[in-house]
């Protein structure tokens, strides 16, 4: 029997991590032994979580947080290649994506403790400058030039995805769909040739339904939207996504903004950044970037519509394929 007239056996692993949950599915000859994949895949993303978490008081990146002004910190390389990334970013979007608002995060009740009223006052009063501007990186070391309060819960999932791709790699497995929390990397093609498929989410805080289908070869997806998580305040859901010139959630924004890009921590950031920006700035920024994204906007009669830039989502349309009637 030839290796090509192998049935493949289809493999879906998970996990927990981040107070959610990891994925990673995939094909593979009859007999593979997935015990030491599953292994390697929590592995890799309890790595991410120890270094990166602001649940953790203990994690890589709250021990940077707590280090006085001026002090020179040993960081972990992983944890360094986000901030790095996490800086970059800032400085594209104009500080729309910021890792410097833990401190409003954790204000508004998105961290670990409750929402609390003086902290809120403290975060929206507190004079900014982005973290891209504040925070300095050289060989293994990272300070604070000023005040900083970092948070990766904008990119830290994405790159999380990320580890979980290259974890997979490292084992032989190039074929594949991983992801966590619905963030999404798509690795080669289905054993059919065809490329994996996934949903775009309807920005739906009732129920989970496809807006619309990708398809994905080599490429990851990431979704920041105001749907899912929220805080209520006189009446008004707030979503957690932070607008870094208030030090509050967003008051005005798209109900969702989905990137698609080379990884997965970029198109983690990258929509936090454009969903910040809001539909016309945003806009024009992903064209001067040569980014695809997709805007869901609301009305007033909270009817959806669609916006899209770059080539997979305006320019080449039959990539993104309706999800109503599948």
């Given at each position: 029997?030839?290796?090509?007239?192998?049935?493949?056996?289809?493999h879906a692993l998970n996990g927990l991590t981040m107070g959610t949950r990891w994925s990673a599915l995939f094909f593979a000859e009859p007999g593979f032994d997935t015990n030491a994949v599953h292994g390697a895949l929590q592995e890799a993303v309890d790595e991410v979580d120890a270094q990166m978490s602001t649940w953790k008081p203990d994690?890589?990146?709250?021990?940077?947080?707590?280090?006085p002004v001026g002090e020179w910190v040993a960081t972990p390389d992983r944890l360094r290649a986000v901030l790095r990334l996490g800086l970059e970013i800032g400085r594209a979007s104009d500080g729309a994506f910021d890792i410097g608002m833990g401190d409003a995060v954790t204000a508004w009740g998105?961290?670990?403790?409750?929402?609390?009223?003086d902290g809120i006052r403290a975060a929206m009063a507190a004079l900014?400058?982005?973290?891209?501007e504040v925070l300095e990186t050289c060989g293994d070391q990272v300070r604070k030039s000023a005040p900083l309060a970092l948070d990766l819960n904008g990119i830290a999932k994405g790159y999380g995805v990320d580890?979980?791709?290259?974890?997979?790699?490292?084992?032989?497995?190039?074929?594949?769909?991983?992801?966590?929390?619905?963030?999404?990397?798509?690795?080669?093609?289905?054993?059919?040739?065809?490329?994996w498929t996934i949903a775009v989410e309807a920005p739906d805080p009732e129920r989970r339904t496809p807006h619309s289908i990708l398809s994905l070869q080599d490429a990851a997806v990431a979704t920041s939207g105001d749907y899912r998580h929220w805080v209520e305040v006189q009446g008004r859901r707030l979503s957690h996504t932070m607008d870094p010139t208030r030090g509050a959630p967003l008051i005005a924004?798209?109900?969702?903004?989905?990137?698609?890009?080379?990884?997965?921590?970029?198109?983690?950031?990258?929509?936090?950044a454009l969903m910040v920006?809001?539909?016309?700035?945003?806009?024009?920024?992903a064209r001067r970037r040569g980014l695809d994204a997709l805007f869901?906007?609301?009305?007033?009669?909270?009817n959806t519509r669609s916006v899209g830039v770059g080539g997979l989502f305006f320019d080449t349309p039959a990539s993104l394929a309706s999800a109503e009637g599948r």
């Open positions: 029997m030839s290796k090509m007239s192998i049935e493949m056996v289809r994690s890589d990146l709250m021990r940077l947080n707590a280090a998105f961290g670990p403790e409750a929402a609390a009223p900014r400058r982005p973290a891209h580890r979980l791709a290259e974890t997979l790699r490292d084992h032989g497995i190039t074929n594949a769909l991983v992801g966590i929390d619905g963030e999404m990397r798509a690795m080669g093609l289905r054993p059919d040739g065809q490329a924004s798209p109900a969702s903004v989905t990137v698609v890009a080379r990884t997965c921590a970029e198109a983690d950031a990258w929509a936090t920006l809001g539909a016309d700035v945003g806009t024009a920024l869901l906007l609301r009305d007033d009669e909270r």
